[in-house]
């Protein structure tokens, strides 16, 4: 029976499922084993996992059998944050737990990779297949001099070659970075400068909207602009030869040569991300071969159910955190679906075709696809054979409680419906997919295991039912080690400790219910503040994007000098609307409705587009600082927006504000 404080889910878990899933069994397991609450269901193991931090990691390692080359003298010898030492003199290979699945003679020919273009032919490459090109292409590593801690490159786009990439360099113990071939140059050595690479892999374009796109130039002013590089590498995507001076993908990858994974500690650097930097150098985040192994093994094969008789497929490129947690898949056992092309090449339902023709069991992609499949009226269910599908996760901003619907009416009725919230700064979600646990509409349904998530009140004071910043008190393993080029560690302080000492505070307004899950609110350093109200934008742009005249939204709030608050909103219009007073007063109408008066924006601007990030979050912290009259140049970092064209807009209205 529901309470009157707890709604109606949307959708439950049946017996049967809760009883298959791997959570389930790793929860008796961790009972009989390491003393877990054998009854309570999640609630129960979850604050098992926090209370009990040290005990629960150790099961998650005995649970996925990692392999420790050298054992562990303690599971967390210091629980400082920043500063955490997780399985203290331990070591071990990423690189060997992602490809074991190739040392099963009876799955040696089953496919690890599922490749797909925009012909939405999937082709596959065997387990044994990928564990043969990592072997040779990591001896070929060893044979250019890449030592541990070396930095390996790639300006490539989602292909087998990346992931066969990636491994290599995970297995010699190099350090891999990756950017996507859409970034310009400028994008790119804003990042690869930092971390100073030895080895560069690159194609010679993409194929993006059924169009080809050269890439050579941007790949001779990379070379020209890296000169740590000793090798470059040439994958001849469009079919072009190797440039003069380069290294042939075909001639690394030709030897039957068996891989040796080179044992590094637990904290050794596996890879290094980027922030979206859209106010300075990207933060080149590093996070560990240890820390992301167990972090994923805990998300993958708990939190997301995966296992050898699944296929995962999430729509993203190298140039984003969510391709890294996509090739984590393999550590599973789990078939990887890799899509190179556009999310909605030929038409808007292409990534449900590419989940019908994989047979994707966990289908993943962004809450902005969703919605734009509502708003285009495409029906998954109708059109589609998704019976494979168990799960549809999104990710990237929160899912409206109208995606949740949509998703449920036009996908199927029993379908798992995973909205998950994380950040490129732990490659993985704070809270999420949870497979035995009910969904409700608009709602994350709990934080992650061995994630104590709480939402905080200024000062410092836990809050249920109310807004409050998301903190994690707690380390979690895939917490980075450092930042590059950061040797006193302050700007890593200063991104995550700085309003809470000891506790890291991401950066987003969340309220945690009484029933245990989560809403997610936006970002906190872009809040709106009236009247002494905190407001989150995403609550804004999920009523004004309801009106199918609203392509999308922006809407950003100023304080102002003389101690008012303006806070306009911008809007690109769909094909063929025009902003006119009706459709202003349906906007506000809408607004005040479905929120409150105070959410009403003083003023409604239209825009051609709006600006994102190059992972396709809106701007909103530059556009602010534009608006208030700061120059272009210092606003914003050119090379980490997808359209740089749209912000003189907002520097002349700044400028414009400043002077009237």
Same mark, same amino acid.
């Given at each position: 029976?529901?309470?009157?404080s707890?709604p109606q ?9 809760i009883?298959?899933a791997?959570?389930?069994a790793f ?6 084993r390491?003393?877990?609450p054998a ?5 129960a193991l ?10 629960f990691w ?5 649970? &996925?059998?990692?392999?420790f ?10 629980r400082a944050?920043p500063g ?7 070591t071990l ?11 099963d003679?009876a ?22 297949e990928l564990?043969?090109?990592v072997?040779?292409?990591?001896a070929?590593?060893?044979a250019?001099?890449?030592r541990?801690?070396?930095r390996v490159?790639?300006?490539?786009? $989602?292909?087998?070659?990346?992931v066969t990439a990636l ?9 891999w970075t ?6 310009g140059a400028?994008s790119?050595l804003d ?6 690479p030895?080895?560069?892999f690159?194609?010679?374009g993409?194929?993006y909207?059924g169009k080809?796109?050269d890439r050579?130039d941007?790949?001779?002013?990379l ?6 590089l ?7 995507l469009? @079919?072009?030869?190797?440039?003069e001076g380069t290294?042939?993908?075909?001639e690394?990858?030709?030897a ?5 994974f080179?044992?590094v500690?637990?904290?050794?650097p ?5 922030s ?7 933060k ?6 240890g820390?992301i192994l ?7 094969? +708990?939190h997301?159910?995966l296992?050898?008789e699944?296929?995962?497929f ?15 898949? +393999? ?6 679906v890799l899509?190179?092309?556009s ?8 990534q449900?075709?590419?989940?019908e023709?994989?047979?994707?069991t966990?289908?993943?992609?962004s809450?902005?696809y ?6 285009a *009226?495409v029906?998954?269910?109708r059109?589609?054979d ?6 549809v996760?999104?990710?990237g ?5 109208d995606?949740?619907?949509w998703l449920?009416?036009?996908?199927a009725?029993?379908?798992w419906?995973?909205s998950?919230?994380g ?5 993985s979600c704070?809270? @999420?997919?949870?497979?035995t646990?009910?969904v409700?509409?608009g709602?994350?349904?709990a934080?992650?295991?061995g994630?104590d998530?709480?939402?905080w ?5 836990p +809050?249920?039912? *109310?807004v ?7 380390p979690?393993p895939?917490?980075?080690i450092h930042?590059w080029?950061d ?5 890593y302080?200063?991104s ?5 000492? @000891?506790?890291?505070?991401h950066?987003?307004?969340i ?6 899950s ?10 709106l $503040?009236?009247?002494?109200?905190r407001? @989150? ?16 939204s922006?809407?950003?709030g100023?304080e ?7 806070m306009?909103l &911008?809007v690109h219009?769909a094909?063929g ?8 007063a349906r906007?506000k109408?809408?607004?005040r409705?479905?929120l409150?008066?105070?959410h ?9 587009a709006?600006?994102?990030?190059l992972?396709g ?8 600082r534009?608006?208030q ?9 050119a090379?980490?927006?997808? $359209?740089?064209?749209l912000?003189? &807009? ?7 504000r400043a002077?009237?």
């Open positions: 029976m529901t309470s009157a707890t889910p949307l959708w439950s878990p049946g017996p049967d499922r009883a298959a791997r959570i389930t929860q008796a397991w961790a009972a009989e390491f003393g877990a009854a309570g269901g999640y609630p979850h604050r098992w996992s926090v209370d009990e931090l040290d005990t150790q099961a998650v390692a005995e649970w &996925f059998d990692v392999r080359t050298s054992p562990y003298e303690s599971v967390l010898a210091d944050m955490a030492r997780w399985f203290t003199g331990a290979n990423y690189a060997e737990h992602a490809l074991r699945a190739a040392e003679p799955r040696a020919d089953e496919a690890a990779l599922l490749h797909v273009d925009e012909t939405h032919e999937a082709v596959p490459v065997t387990w044994a564990r043969r090109q072997g040779a292409l990591s070929e590593l060893r250019l001099g890449v541990p801690g070396d490159s790639g300006y490539l786009p $989602n292909i087998p070659e990346a491994l290599a360099t995970a297995a010699v113990g190099a350090v990756s950017c996507a071939p859409d970034f400028r790119v990042r690869f400068q930092q971390v100073e030895v080895i560069l690159t194609v010679d993409y194929r909207g080809e796109h050579r941007t790949v001779a002013e070379r020209a602009e890296l000169p740590s000793r090798a470059v590498v040439h994958i001849p469009l @079919g072009t030869d190797a440039p290294l042939a993908w075909s690394l990858t030709a039957a040569t068996e891989p040796v080179e044992a500690p637990f904290d050794h596996l890879w290094v991300l980027y979206s930097g859209t106010t300075g150098l990207p080149a985040i590093v996070q560990s071969q820390g167990l972090e994923h093994l805990k998300q993958l094969g +708990l997301c159910d296992g050898p699944d296929r995962f999430w729509y993203t490129s190298t140039g984003w955190m969510m391709w890294n947690f996509l090739v984590s898949g +393999l550590l599973t056992g789990t078939t990887v899509y190179d092309g999310p909605g090449y030929p038409d808007t339902g292409a449900w075709r590419i989940a023709r994989t047979k994707a966990l289908y993943g992609t809450a902005a969703v919605m734009a499949c509502r708003k *009226e029906h998954p269910g059109d589609f998704l019976s494979s599908v168990k799960c996760a999104t990710t901003s929160p899912l409206p409680p995606g949740f619907r449920h009416d036009e996908v009725e029993d379908l419906i995973a998950v919230s950040g490129t700064d732990v490659c704070f809270a @999420g997919a949870v497979p646990l009910p409700h509409i709602e994350l349904q934080p992650c295991l994630t998530l709480q939402a009140d200024p000062s410092g004071k +809050l249920v039912g *109310e409050g910043e998301l903190v994690v008190t707690n979690m895939s917490m980075p930042f080029n040797p006193d560690g302050s700007r302080r200063d995550y400790f700085e309003m809470f000492p @000891g506790a890291w505070r950066g987003d307004w309220t945690i219910t009484d029933h245990g989560v809403v997610i609110h936006g970002r906190s350093d872009s809040t $503040n009236r009247q002494g109200v407001m @989150g934008s995403a609550d804004i742009y999920e009523a004004v994007e309801r009106l199918p005249e609203i392509k999308e922006l809407v950003i100023l102002e000098p003389n101690g008012g608050y303006w306009p &911008f219009l094909p609307a025009t902003l006119d007073d009706d459709l202003r906007v109408t809408t607004i409705e479905q409150s008066p105070r009403v924006p003083d003023e409604i601007i239209e825009v051609p709006i600006p994102h990030t992972t979050k809106r701007i909103e912290v530059p556009v602010k534009l608006l009259g700061t120059p272009l140049a210092k606003a914003v970092n090379g980490s927006v997808d $359209n740089i064209d912000l003189p &807009f907002y520097e002349e209205l700044g400028r414009t002077q009237g």
